[in-house]
C-alpha cells in the first residue's frame, strides 16, 4: 500500500515552527487545508515581487534564496534553518529556486487565525501526544523552550514572528552578559552554557552570587517589564549560546499577550482571588488591601515552590508596572496570575487597611504574623482574601539555601557598608569642626587688623 503524502507532509509539518506548540486538535483541523507541492530542480517555488499569502515549508530537498541571480542562503529539508516558513515577507523579496527535486507545503496566512475552543483546548495544550507526531530530538533547546509556560500562552503567528527575529549572540568564560544598573534592551534565552546571577547591595559591597541559569532558561525580562535598570549582573560560566529579542518585539510579541491585567471592581466581583501585594514590607504595613499577603518581589523567587498551582493570584505593587515582572515570573513557574490595573492607585481609601493583623493558618487557630481580614468595608470581597500556600518541603529549603546564603552575606555586606560610611561621616564632622575652628580663628584676625587701620 502506497504511503499517503499529505499523512507525511502532516508528520514532518508537526515538528516546525510554529506546529510544534500547537494544540493536537488545532493541528488536526489543519489537515484538510495541507498542500503538498512537488517541484522538479532547477525551477522556482516563488520568485521576488510574489505575492501569494500562503506560507511554504519545505519538507523534502534543498533549495537557494537568491536576489538579483545573487545566492543568499541554501536551505535543507530537517535542519534548523528548515524549522521555518521560507521568506514569510509579502509580497516576497527574494527568490527560491530548487537545487534538487523538493517537496514542500503551501498554507494560507488565515490558517493560523482559527482556534480551538472550551475544554478541548485544555486537554489538547499546545503540544501533540501523538508519539508519531513527536519531535526527534525532545531535549533540543527551542523544542524545550517551546513548551514553557510562557511560550505556550502565546498565538502561533507570534511564535513565528519570534523564532524568525531571535538573534543568535555567543559569549566566553568571564564575560558579563548584563550589568546590574543598566537599562534593559534584550530579552535572553540560553541555548547552550551556563551563566551566573549575581548582585552587589551596593557599589562598594562584595558582589554575591545568587545563583545559575542553564538551557533553555531565560533571563533580562524583569527591567523590561518594569521599566526599572538591571537588579543583576549576569556573567558566562563558559563559551555560552544565547538567542535575544529587542524590548519592542518582546512587548509586543510575548509581554502583551501574555499578561492580563484586572480592574479593582472586578476583583471585588471575584470570590476566587488571593492578592499578592510585591511591595516592600513597610509600605505594605503603611497601607494595603485588605485580604492581601505581602511577599516582596524580590523575594518571591525564594518563595515560588511553596504556592499551590490552582490559587489565582493579583499582584499588587505601587502602580502596576513591577506587577508586570511579578506575574511574568509566576507564570514562568505555571501559576495563574492577573495584574492590578493602576496597581494602590487604582484601589478605593475605603479598602485600604493599615493595621497588620493575621490569620489562622490550621484548624487549631495558630495565627501567623501576616495580615488578614479584619473587618470588612463596603465594596471589598465577603470571602476571606488568602493566598495559599503548600507545605514546605524539605528540597525548597535545599534550594533556597544558596540564595538565603547570599542575601545573609549581603546583609553583612550592608552592615560593613554601614560601619565604614558612618566612620567616614564621622571624619568628616572631625574635619568640619577644625576648619570652622580655623574660620573663626580667622575671622578674629581679620576683625583685629580692620580695628588697626
Known sequence: MAADPKLEASQALRKLIPFITMPALQFKQLYSEIKVIEVSQGNFLFKNGDTTNAFFYLIEGAVSLEAHDF????????TEAAKFALAHQFPRKISARAIDNVRYVSLSLNI????????EEKESTYM??????????PDDWMSVL?????????????????????EEVRYKKGEMIVSQGDSGDYYYIIRQGRCALSRKASA??????????????????????????RSMTVTAMGDMVLSRI????????IKDPVLTYIDYADICNQNNM??????????????????????????????????????????????????????FFLIKNKLDALILKGGMGSVPSEAESSNKSSFAIDESGVETGVFSRADESEGVPSEKLELTMAPVSEETFEESGEINAGLQQENQDLKQENKYLTSELEGLKKQYRMLFKQTERLKA?????QESK
Open 445 to 449: 584676625v581679620l576683625d583685629k587688623l
Open 112 to 119: 493560523f487565525d482559527k482556534q480551538v475552543t472550551g475544554s
Open 146 to 166: 517551546l513548551k514553557s509556560p510562557i511560550f505556550q500562552r502565546l498565538p502561533a503567528m507570534n511564535l513565528q514572528q519570534i523564532l524568525i527575529s531571535l
Open 71 to 78: 545566492k543568499i542562503e541554501t536551505i535543507t529539508a530537517s
Open 204 to 229: 562598594r559591597a562584595k558582589e554575591i552570587k545568587l545563583l545559575e541559569l542553564c538551557a533553555p532558561d531565560t533571563f533580562g525580562e524583569d527591567a523590561l517589564l518594569s521599566g526599572e535598570t
Open 246 to 253: 529587542d524590548k519592542e518585539r518582546f512587548i509586543k510579541l
Open 128 to 137: 501533540a501526544e501523538s508519539n508519531d507526531l513527536e519531535t526527534d530530538e
Open 274 to 327: 488571593s492578592i499578592l501585594d510585591i511591595r516592600p514590607a513597610d509600605a505594605y504595613n503603611e497601607y494595603h488591601i485588605r485580604g492581601s499577603e505581602n511577599i516582596p518581589f524580590f523575594s518571591l523567587r525564594m518563595r515560588v515552590k511553596d504556592f499551590k498551582k490552582e490559587s489565582n493570584i493579583v499582584i499588587v505593587c505601587d502602580d502596576g508596572s513591577l506587577s508586570a515582572a511579578a506575574a
